[in-house]
């Protein structure tokens, strides 16, 4: 007693699934129709989307170089140069986004 129905090739499937979709309705066939799109689209969309953006960003990593025989007053000095240049940079932004906040009349 066979539990799965006889295999037919891809034609006869074709010809069965033909004559079921004729004696349907014009409205069910243009349902079936669509739904088929939407899924053929769906299934487009995963085989497309990990191979849009799955790479991270290039990083560029700038390493100073310096003498070994630097003394502690040399690299207290350029730590202090360095840190007024961030406040600077800091004092810079700050001013731009206040020029922004009083453009729209926004309050502290």
């Known amino acids: 007693?066979?539990?799965?129905?006889?295999?037919?090739?891809p034609r006869a499937a074709w010809r069965d699934l033909r004559a079921v979709m004729r004696r349907r309705s014009r409205e069910n066939t243009?349902?079936?129709?669509?739904?088929?799109?939407?899924?053929?689209?769906?299934?487009?969309?995963?085989?497309?989307?990990?191979?849009?953006?799955?790479?991270p960003p290039v990083t560029?990593?700038?390493v100073d170089s310096w003498s070994a025989t630097r003394t502690?007053?040399?690299?207290?000095?350029?730590?202090?140069?360095?840190q007024k240049a961030r406040d600077e940079r800091a004092k810079a932004r700050q001013e731009q986004f206040q020029e922004i906040a009083n453009t729209f009349g926004i309050e502290k």
Request: glycine share 2%.
């Open 1 to 9: 007693m066979p539990v799965l129905p006889p295999l037919h090739s």
């Open 30 to 55: 243009i349902a079936a129709g669509l739904s088929l799109l939407f899924t053929a689209i769906i299934i487009f969309v995963f085989f497309i989307d990990p191979q849009v953006n799955t790479a």
């Open 60 to 62: 560029i990593t700038y």
């Open 72 to 82: 502690d007053a040399q690299i207290k000095a350029d730590q202090i140069k360095d």
